[in-house]
Every structure is written in structure tokens, then in C-alpha cells.
């Protein structure tokens, strides 16, 4: 016998795709969303890229 098993789909960490500011590479990174607020460093130029936080109002009272 051989039925499909039904295997639970992997789903990809949900990422964010940020574009390098530097006007002379433009390069699209595509980050991890764990990376918000955090520092990228372009892959192509080496520039560090801040990336933006959740856009709306996630407030985390401390
Ligand atoms: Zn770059």
C-alpha cells in the first residue's frame, strides 16, 4: 500500500525584504523577520543596514 502521507507543509520563516540604501548597489536582502530592529550587513557592498521594525503598533510594554 502506498497512500500519501500527509506531511505538514514546512513553512519558511516569514522574512523581510529590505533594499540596500546605498544608491551605487541597490541590493535586495531578503532577512529573517527576527532580524527587525536589528543590524543586516549587505551582502553585496558591506553596508550595515538597519532593518525597520513591525510596521503598525506592536507595543511590548515593558
Ligand atoms: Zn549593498
Known sequence: ?????????????PSIRIMCPNLVCKAVLAVPSIARGKMVRCKSCGTCIRVPDAAGGETSAA
Open 1 to 13: 500500500m502506498s497512500k500519501p502521507a500527509p506531511q505538514p507543509s514546512h513553512k519558511p520563516p
